[in-house]
């Protein structure tokens, strides 16, 4: 409960346009936080964005294809308070408003 924003980041592996990806990392990144929302958290405190491709972890080819397709988890506010130098949207290349 002391955490009261959750930044849920969706990453994808660069196998589509930039747009594409861009639409499936915030699609899977909603989901992400629709169960979220299935198992009893507020959508309020949910903030999913998109990074598509952008941000690989590894090279971005067919050998690392699980390590960039993933979901990353931050704390975005803690007991209301925003995180120092965290920005809720985390520069992402979209996101989209808590209850959206």
Same mark, same amino acid.
């Given at each position: 409960? $002391?955490?009261?924003?959750?930044?849920?980041?969706?990453?994808?592996?660069?196998?589509?346009?930039?747009?594409?990806?861009?639409?499936?990392?915030?699609?899977?990144?909603?989901?992400?936080? $629709?169960?979220?929302?299935?198992?009893?958290?507020?959508?309020?405190?949910?903030?999913?964005?998109?990074?598509?491709?952008?941000?690989?972890?590894?090279?971005?080819?067919?050998?690392?294809?699980? $390590?960039?397709?993933?979901?990353?988890?931050?704390?975005?506010?803690?007991?209301?308070?925003?995180?120092?130098?965290?920005?809720?949207?985390?520069?992402?290349?979209? $996101?989209?408003?808590?209850?959206?």
């Amino acid at each position: 409960p $002391y955490i009261t924003k959750l930044r849920i980041e969706g990453h994808v592996f660069s196998e589509k346009s930039p747009e594409e990806n861009i639409k499936l990392s915030l699609q899977r990144a909603a989901m992400v936080s $629709y169960y979220l929302t299935t198992k009893g958290i507020d959508c309020s405190r949910l903030i999913p964005v998109a990074f598509g491709d952008t941000k690989p972890v590894a090279p971005n080819d067919e050998c690392n294809l699980t $390590y960039n397709t993933r979901i990353d988890f931050f704390n975005a506010e803690i007991n209301h308070k925003a995180i120092y130098g965290s920005v809720p949207n985390g520069f992402a290349l979209k $996101y989209m408003e808590p209850c959206e």
